[in-house]
């Protein structure tokens, strides 16, 4: 009996532990939280913002996944945190379903100070497990917090026969206790890199990131506790000039200054709680470093035989090395690291190696890259091997460096004699794809080299591929082009002697960058350097930091990225912060056009115009380009103002809008929907700037597709135009005749260069032709992201993915499918999580699998003759889980789908 009923007793209480549900709040094992950010970045260190903003994503199996609720504790240690004590901040159960932008409002922040944090959600079943812990750490938030002096190498250096060798710095320190923690705080005038112990700190290639010298200077934090020892230890630096003191963009050189200088602060806390820091001050030394030269236009030298061995470390006899001079600098505004560093990416290994002259060995690394390269070789003392760097070959396989103009680009290596040597510069960066190698009697082997891609390490985010292997190819090429471009700065081109923040550059692209890549953090940075170049009467610079030695500014279309970006990236990650700091620079620009305009009509003071640049035989009227994208910039001011809540300034924007619509519409559109001059950009920017009355769109759309058809069906927009061409075609039902020029391989067109061989995005739509070779070197870059602006077609249109509301919370996925292209599949990893699209054709048959991340909706547009014709996972769709019908009109069947994977099948309308 006794057994009997214990084990009675036993099933009972298995039956509660499986199947019954426990009483008041449960944990569950649906939905958890991942991915915490800290001002886009993870578990940062060196923040500035005293009111920081945090992010998660959810990730949940579930269909219909959303957060009801949240509740973050932020504590000051770890071991309060797992106490699930919140110290600094305790949001309680907060109703709401925000995930991103939650700004801090806890304890006032102080600086140095580490927090420690971790979130849980509500959702409709129940309550999540705690986080992962995450942290962030506060930067050095007043200028009385700065103890270091900035130094620089010693005058007798500098003066004297090794005058362009770059400076060694160094200072020898005891640490008399064991250390519990320590913290860096670095920067420079130009460039540095910095070495404990022997040791390198952090992995950033290029630092601090390239600012106004003149108005402020970013810095980098570290942790650098596992470096440093109970004794003696030494802080070793290295100095370049970078964009401070070399060569920049448009023959500028030395515009900020002539010689780099140095700031560091060590800082220190002991096991017992006591502290130590060491500066940057007249006790250091300085001493000629092996690197000879260092450029980025010109390149490196560096000569192997004057290696000093721990030069780093502790123990070294520096009874040569001279004193480091103090510098007294202006007061500059000192702010920290906002943005991923510039950080080695990849590394390409040949693909092939010739030798089409005597003892000149050219290695194709099969991509267009930028970078450096890494060298590996052996050969006597005193031997000097130069490396020469090209994008392109001519055609009896000698590199083409004539369209690198001013930028020798070239790299030199002076042996040791050791053995196998291994070398890379350091402080360059070079746009190419061959690399020549001169100076050894031998051939070096394919090992001799290995390319080294660097970049803003900005997280790729979205894929896409497709049926057409050249689309595909086209895609790549303007991510590479992007990735090599975006260093520090969106630049125009890596390899010439420009390599500069151009506006309008960046302003075509930026839709097309918020897809490729989580570009928030490098916007949030880039977008300072905007402000930093905009004139006193509002004009924004050509180009950002404005390095422009007579101040050009205020063109049509180059300008108005002031406005584009901000408001891209606020669409992109739901960022308001951005728009409120933006805004009165924004403002600033639009009455700056008000006031050079007559009658709403720019036709004068448009600054350095450069109208719809490179454009094929269609010279648009620049007053007529001026006037659309004033218009554009005030409207997107007057929603800017909206979303921020500023009724009064999106009331008198918006009217503002409407009246230079109407002086547009008066000066330039016949009565019959014609614009003048009958060009493709004028076309399609009266039709995406809503700058036609309503009855006359259509009749327009059809005049853009006449002009695309006696083109021979090939564009000849320019920089503005070309971004776009395309998503105005198809918003205007003009669906094949999108996909037609989209496939279009006959110059001009995209895929002509992916015909003959491009890896990346080129300049000229004719930067090399078969019958002609190259266009003029003056202005020829095979690396110019702008005319890849087409890419946001593929994700936004072909794929279908865009934003219904800031930062994608809503949804829309749309594709148009047009012919030519059999299946596509689209993916981006939103500030919510990832989204996806996949459709295949298969006769009279569409197949949609979409993918809608936790906590967010979407309205999924399905081509079908009706909803009836419509299943999604084998079931009809009024009986599918998660779906709610919204409407079915021209051949399109809407839905509502809540989070969760969705299999469509559908009769394709015809």
Request: proline share 5%.
């Amino acid at each position: 009996m006794n057994r009997l009923i214990i084990l009675g007793f036993v099933v009972v209480l298995v039956a509660v532990v499986l199947f019954a549900k426990p009483f008041g709040k449960k944990d569950f094992s649906g939905a958890r939280t991942s991915q915490l950010r800290c001002e886009y970045l993870r578990n940062p260190i060196g923040i500035d913002a005293v009111n920081p903003r945090l992010s998660w994503i959810i990730i949940s199996p579930r269909r219909g996944e959303h957060q009801t609720a949240y509740q973050i504790l932020i504590a000051s240690s770890p071991e309060l945190l797992a106490r699930n004590r919140g110290d600094l901040w305790d949001t309680g159960k907060v109703l709401s379903d925000d995930t991103s932008q939650i700004v801090y409002q806890g304890q006032p922040l102080a600086s140095r100070e580490r927090c420690y944090w971790k979130v849980r959600i509500w959702d409709q079943e129940g309550r999540s497990p705690w986080s992962a812990v995450a942290y962030w750490e506060m930067g050095l938030l007043n200028s009385v917090d700065w103890m270091a002096k900035w130094i620089s190498e010693n005058d007798a250096l500098t003066g004297g026969p090794e005058a362009a060798a770059l400076p060694w710095l160094r200072k020898d320190f005891d640490l008399d206790r064991p250390v519990r923690r320590a913290v860096l705080y670095a920067t420079a005038l130009g460039l540095y890199q910095v070495n404990i112990n022997g040791h390198r700190v952090g992995d950033h290639v290029f630092a601090p990131d390239w600012t106004d010298y003149h108005k402020r200077v970013r810095y980098q934090a570290f942790d650098v506790t596992p470096l440093l020892q109970q004794g003696s230890n030494t802080l070793g630096a290295i100095l370049a000039n970078g964009w401070y003191g070399g060569h920049i963009g448009n023959k500028g050189f030395q515009f900020y200054g002539k010689t780099p200088a140095f700031l560091a602060q060590l800082e220190v806390t002991y096991d017992d709680g006591g502290t130590n820091t060491v500066v940057t001050d007249s006790s250091w030394k300085s001493h000629p470093s092996p690197i000879l030269s260092s450029d980025f236009m010109m390149g490196e030298t560096y000569d192997a035989q004057r290696e000093v061995a721990g030069w780093d470390k502790p123990g070294l006899d520096d009874g040569q090395w001279l004193p480091v001079r103090v510098r007294l600098e202006q007061p500059i505004e000192l702010q920290s690291q906002v943005m991923q560093p510039v950080r080695e990416l990849f590394e390409l290994t040949p693909r092939k190696e010739t030798e089409p002259q005597p003892s000149h060995w050219v290695f194709d690394l099969g991509q267009n890259m930028v970078g450096v390269v890494r060298l590996k070789v052996s050969a006597p003392a005193g031997t000097e091997i130069t490396l020469r760097h090209a994008e392109m070959l001519k055609a009896d396989g000698t590199i083409y460096t004539n369209n690198l103009r001013g930028a020798p680009s070239t790299d030199r290596y002076i042996c040791d004699g050791s053995g196998l040597e291994t070398w890379q510069p350091r402080f360059t960066f070079h746009g190419f794809r061959y690399v020549e190698l001169t100076g050894l009697p031998e051939d070096p082997g394919m090992h001799a080299v290995t390319g080294i891609v660097i970049g803003s390490a900005t997280p790729q985010t979205g894929q896409f591929i497709c049926s057409d292997s050249r689309v595909n190819r086209l895609l790549s090429n303007i991510q590479w082009g992007q990735r090599g471009n975006y260093l520090s700065v969106p630049t125009d081109c890596p390899q010439r002697d420009e390599r500069l923040g151009w506006m309008g550059d960046a302003g075509v692209f930026v839709g097309t960058a918020v897809y490729n890549a989580d570009v928030a953090a490098f916007f949030s940075k880039w977008l300072v350097d905007v402000d930093d170049g905009q004139s006193l009467q509002g004009a924004f610079s050509d180009v950002s930091p404005n390095t422009t030695p007579n101040g050009l500014s205020g063109a049509p279309g180059w300008g108005d990225a002031g406005v584009i970006c901000p408001w891209t990236i606020y669409q992109a990650y739901g960022d308001k912060r951005i728009l409120e700091r933006q805004l009165p620079a924004m403002i600033k620009w639009v009455e700056y056009l008000r006031q050079h305009s007559d009658s709403f009509i720019r036709d004068r003071d448009r600054g350095n115009d450069y109208g719809d640049w490179l454009s094929i035989h269609a010279n648009t009227r620049k007053d007529l380009i001026g006037t659309a994208y004033f218009a554009y910039s005030t409207h997107l001011l007057a929603e800017a103002c909206a979303a921020l809540d500023r009724s009064d300034d999106a009331a008198k924007y918006d009217q503002l809008f409407k009246d230079i619509k109407s002086a547009f519409i008066k000066t330039y559109v016949t009565p019959d929907g014609h614009i003048s001059g009958n060009t493709q950009t004028a076309y399609v920017l009266a039709l995406k700037f809503d700058l036609l009355p309503d009855d006359l769109r259509a009749r327009t759309a059809q005049y853009l597709v006449d002009n695309i058809k006696t083109n021979g069906w090939h564009l000849s927009t320019g920089f503005l135009g070309v971004g776009f061409l395309l998503p105005v075609l198809a918003q205007a039902g003009e669906t094949e005749t999108a996909y037609r020029l989209l496939l279009q391989d006959t110059y001009p067109s995209w895929l002509f260069p992916v015909e003959h061989g491009a890896t990346t995005i080129w300049e000229r739509w004719d930067g090399w032709m078969p019958d002609k070779g190259f266009q003029d070197p003056e202005m020829n870059s095979f690396n110019h992201y702008a005319l890849g602006s087409c890419g946001e077609f593929l994700f936004a249109d072909v794929g279908g993915i865009r934003p219904a509301s800031p930062g994608f919370k809503k949804i829309l996925i749309a594709p148009v499918i047009g012919d030519g292209l059999k299946w596509a599949s689209t993916s981006y990893y939103s500030i919510h999580g990832k989204i996806s699209s996949w459709w295949k054709i298969d006769g009279d048959k569409l197949a949609l699998e979409v993918t809608v991340p936790a906590n967010t909706t979407a309205t999924v547009c399905i081509p079908a003759t009706s909803a009836a014709t419509v299943s999604e996972g084998g079931k009809p769709l009024d009986q599918a889980d998660g779906l709610k019908l919204l409407q079915q009109e021209n051949g399109k069947v809407y839905v509502e789908a809540g989070s969760g994977t969705y299999k469509f099948i559908s009769e394709k309308p015809d």
